[in-house]
T-cell receptor, first 116, second 112 residues
Framework: NAGVTQTPKFRVLKTGQSMTLLCAQD?????MYWYRQDPGMGLRLIHY???????AKGEVPDGYNVSRLKKQNFLLGLESAAPSQTSVYFC???????????????FGAGTRLSVL | KQEVTQIPAALSVPEGENLVLNCSFT??????LQWFRQDPGKGLTSLLL?????REQTSGRLNASLDKSSGRSTLYIAASQPGDSATYLC???????????FGKGTHLIIQP
C-alpha cells in the first residue's frame, strides 16, 4: 500500500515553461487536495476535488489548473511558470467519503519546484 | 477567514523534558483539528486527530487537547527524545471537503 505518491520529486523550470505534477493515491479516497508550502507562510490550499470529474478552487488558485479524470489521480498544471510559483507542493487525500470529520489527511512526500 | 497561530515558532529543550506546543484558531466552527509532524524535506505525517465533539486524543507519549469554545489546542509531548525533533503543524478542518487551514508550525529541537 503506497498511500499518496507524487511525481516528480524535484523539478527546475524556466519562466514561461509548463509542467504537470501528478498525484496518485491507492486508498480509494474520494477527496484530494493540492497545497503549496512556502517559508513563513505555512501550507495553503491551491485546488481540491471531491470526486472523479470534479474540482474546486482553494485559497491560492491563480496560475494553476487541475484535473481529476480518474479517482486515483489528481493532476496539477502550471501553464506558464513564474518565479512566484517556486515552492514545495504537497498532495493529500481523505477518505472514505461521508466522514470527513473522522478521517485524517494523508500526504505525499512533496514536489520541490524551482522556477528561474 | 480562519486563521491558525502556533506558539512558540521554535523550541529547543534537553532530552527527557515534558513540553507543550500551543495552537489557537479564530473561528470555533470547526469539524476537527489535526496535529502533524514534518521532518526536513519530507511530507506530513498525521499524529492525532480530534473531532470537534472530543476534548482530547492520546497516542503513546503524545496527548492533544481541544477547547473549541476558546479556540485553542495543545500538544503535550512526554519524556521528549531526540527523535522527536521535527516541525509540528496544527491544522483545523472547517467542514465539508475544502481542506485544512494550517498554522506555520513549531520547530522543535530535542538536545541529546
Amino acid at each position: 500500500n503506497a498511500g499518496v505518491t507524487q511525481t516528480p520529486k524535484f523539478r527546475v523550470l524556466k519562466t514561461g515553461q509548463s509542467m504537470t505534477l501528478l498525484c496518485a493515491q491507492d486508498m480509494n479516497h474520494e477527496y484530494m487536495y493540492w497545497y503549496r508550502q512556502d517559508p513563513g507562510m505555512g501550507l495553503r490550499l491551491i485546488h481540491y476535488s471531491v470526486g472523479e470529474g470534479t474540482t474546486a478552487k482553494g485559497e491560492v488558485p491563480d496560475g494553476y489548473n487541475v484535473s481529476r479524470l480518474k479517482k486515483q489521480n489528481f493532476l496539477l498544471g502550471l501553464e506558464s511558470a513564474a518565479p512566484s510559483q517556486t515552492s514545495v507542493y504537497f498532495c493529500a487525500s481523505i477518505g472514505p467519503s461521508g466522514s470527513v470529520a473522522k478521517n485524517i489527511q494523508y500526504f505525499g512526500a512533496g514536489t520541490r519546484l524551482s522556477v528561474l | 477567514k480562519q486563521e491558525v497561530t502556533q506558539i512558540p515558532a521554535a523550541l529547543s529543550v534537553p532530552e527527557g523534558e515534558n513540553l507543550v506546543l500551543n495552537c489557537s484558531f479564530t473561528d470555533s466552527a470547526i469539524y476537527n483539528l489535526q496535529w502533524f509532524r514534518q521532518d526536513p524535506g519530507k511530507g506530513l505525517t498525521s499524529l492525532l486527530l480530534i473531532q470537534s465533539s472530543q476534548r482530547e486524543q492520546t497516542s503513546g507519549r503524545l496527548n492533544a487537547s481541544l477547547d473549541k469554545s476558546s479556540g485553542r489546542s495543545t500538544l503535550y509531548i512526554a519524556a521528549s527524545q531526540p527523535g522527536d525533533s521535527a516541525t509540528y503543524l496544527c491544522a483545523v478542518g472547517g467542514g465539508g471537503a475544502d481542506g485544512l487551514t494550517f498554522g506555520k508550525g513549531t520547530h522543535l529541537i530535542i538536545q541529546p
